[in-house]
């Protein structure tokens, strides 16, 4: 069990000024991983650190060997074009790497004149998927979520019986998740137009996007062999901010009774940012089930997950369109709400994934499904903020939509706030709808 | 569009005498590939091919550097400890190994001498999952299967609308697909025992094979880009045997909305072997729809597909028990169909995969889904053989069986027979349940 260390501390600064600004989200308590390299370079992807506006490249420090111990282990992991490496080594290598980065990074370091040339720009660097995800699990952990979803489809029993007792979730894609994705509109079949006509075929005409945070699994477990509730912290790596497109109209004719396939698999886009669970520890928060509903069954229940499974990260989406683009507007916000809200969290969720005896590997992603927070401007999907495409949203520069458009680009950000710590910031998710094929 | 071509000759045979017996499956038309060692021993895992009773190891195969060309780089993609190098080459590279591996396999071979020490005897060999499997998805191809489980859950209405137009489809579990498992049974949710009260937990009371084949994609495609029906046959590599172990109380429990989650993820057996598209083309067989069904929407359809898009495989489903090992009784036969009578083919399933943009990768997986036959003995599972656990099955020494027992081995086969031409044999699955932990 984490607690507060010195790397939490409120008052730490870095010599990189830029990670001393509220801005970037990126101070020297956040110390979130990605893989990168210069944009438009040959170079090979290589794991960094964020700071501030800048990246320290890892596999470069590594080669000066200044760690040793655990440390050293942990960032000698760090040469390869994923994290996977690293996130096999678990917890102690992943807390032992941080206290390290956080001392070489504060201001007055004695590393500073040999770090300084490692830093490279954000603004000159692009990013792969930061892992090679083996297998990407998507659950449904928003109450809200599923509530509204459902309402559409079972106006009367919007909510199934099993709901409130399993952490719901089904297999997604792995190969399709990806960083600064931009995809063509996925074309497929779609329900007849009328009883005993075959169905429609064309491209999707309600493409929707999914406001989730993922989760990386760092460590996993034997097959047969299932993670204790709590022990679920020790196996996860981190979190990054994940968009699970969705074509709904393909959706609703291919679903039953096996679940989305197409509908949901030709892109996922998550941010290049992983936020370590280490860092968002000052924002776990108390899980609690509101009164009347049912306390989850012993296998997803302890005091420990009921003081502190909840993790307080604020999210919201925005849109920029090619209107709004090019007439300069910034990105119209659609909507917001906060983690902390979900009906089940990230320990249950690793606690249900293996109960069965499934084993999960370092890089498995899981998705939290759909984050929708208990009001109607907090809905994670245009099909709940636009009620299943029957009231469009007004955009601040003149548009309408219910669906997305051909060059629709959906933004995600997320961060963690409270008073007297730096903002935590996890980046942004950003995806760009293009023009079938 | 592969034809027959020497490799197929019905008269060949090898130097290597067990080929040229019926028995093993394995003669020099097959050569089916595995990823293998010596039992027992530490030796790194690599590629190899079945010959008769033998393997001929690929990776001490390429040290010999005697091949050249595309079967020389075909080779040299045989030193890995998975076969997706080899995938990720393509189909004139597998035929050209292929024809050169059948030349220096034939009796008179120049090679033979060079090759001879290089057999490993497949009795002293263990094998490991062929290939890392990026994503797993499982399709439900059997309108048998599909409309016989349907029933007992809707029986006015067994067959959903979608059935007949969608390849059904959903992504499974890659991390717990193995060979030759023996794994724990699944410990999960189920159905309240009455209504208002909490679900039950704890050891599945419904567990349940499926017999299946399973589908190894060869070169990929793109995100965005689609694999046409005509072209799908270039990304297959071959087949295997699957079976998709399923925990039916927790299946009834979970699935809804989003289809089948723990109740398959614990383990899925393939067969070590993997049968090339190549070495199944004398096997190949028209794809129809009978009278009166719906034809395919033109992209599942084509003169070519009509024509020879099915395969005849025959399959069975084999069972021992700790009773029947320990009395020396040779496995029960529960039930045997023919891929032939699938309701979609495997180029389909490519075709419709990928129409959305969903990139396939070297190495993924595609399971067909439970290949029931249209007669009540040709049912691929034991909820379709026992209805539903009403109708128990007996076992020739004197069991009963509705689902599956600790200790319980299934054992799946498959092979190609025509008259005139050697038997090809797909080797078997073979997973035991133990009891849970």
Known sequence: MTTLNETHDANLTSWVASANDEGTGFPVQNLPYAVFRRRGSEETFRPGVAIGDRILDLAALAELRVFDGQAGAALAACTADSLNPL???????WSALRLTLSRALRSGAAL???????????????YTTPARIGDYTDFYISLHHATA???????????????????????????????????????????????????????????????ELGVFVGTGNAQGDRIALDQADDH?????????????????????PLGPFLAKNFASTISPWIVTLEALEPFRAAWTRAAG??????????????????????????LTTEVSRAAGHPPARLS?????????NIAQLLAHHTVNGCN??????????????????????????????????ELPW?????????????????????????????????GTVLAAR
């Not at 996130?87 to 290598?93: D, S, V």
């Not at 997604?172 to 600064?180: H, K």
């Not at 917001?336 to 089940?344: I, K, L, P, T």
């Not at 992603?365 to 299943?388: C, D, K, M, N, Y």
């Open 236 to 256: 996860v790596f981190g979190l990054c901010i994940l968009n699970d497109w969705s074509a709904r109209d393909i959706q609703a004719w291919e679903y039953q």
């Open 360 to 393: 999960l590997q370092p890089g498995d992603l899981l998705g939290t499904g759909t984050l929708s927070g208990p009001q109607p401007e907090e809905a994670g999907s245009l099909l709940e903020l636009t009620q299943g495409g029957k009231a469009p949203i």
């Open 87 to 93: 996130m096999a080594l678990g917890r102690a290598h």
């Open 336 to 344: 917001s709400s906060n983690f902390r809200d979900a009906y089940w």
């Open 149 to 211: 979803v459902g309402k559409q489809f079972r106006p009367d029993n919007p909510l199934l019986p099993n709901y409130k007792w399993v952490p719901i979730g089904y297999h997604g894609r792995a190969s399709s998740v990806g960083v600064e994705q931009r995809f063509p509109r996925p074309v497929g079949q779609t329900r007849p137009a009328a009883e005993g006509e075959p169905p429609q075929f064309g491209p999707c005409q309600r493409l929707d996007y999914e406001l």
């Open 293 to 318: 509903e049912p306390q989850p069954l012993p296998y997803l229940a302890s005091e420990r997950n009921r003081a502190q499974g909840a993790y307080d990260v604020q999210m919201e989406v925005l």
């Open 398 to 430: 003149g548009e309408q939509r219910v669906f997305l458009q051909d060059g629709d680009q959906v933004i995600i950000r997320a961060e963690c706030r409270k008073a007297g710590y730096p903002r935590i910031g996890f980046g942004e998710s950003a």
């Open 112 to 126: 500073q004149a040999r770090l300084e040339p490692l830093l490279v720009a954000q603004a000159d660097a692009e």
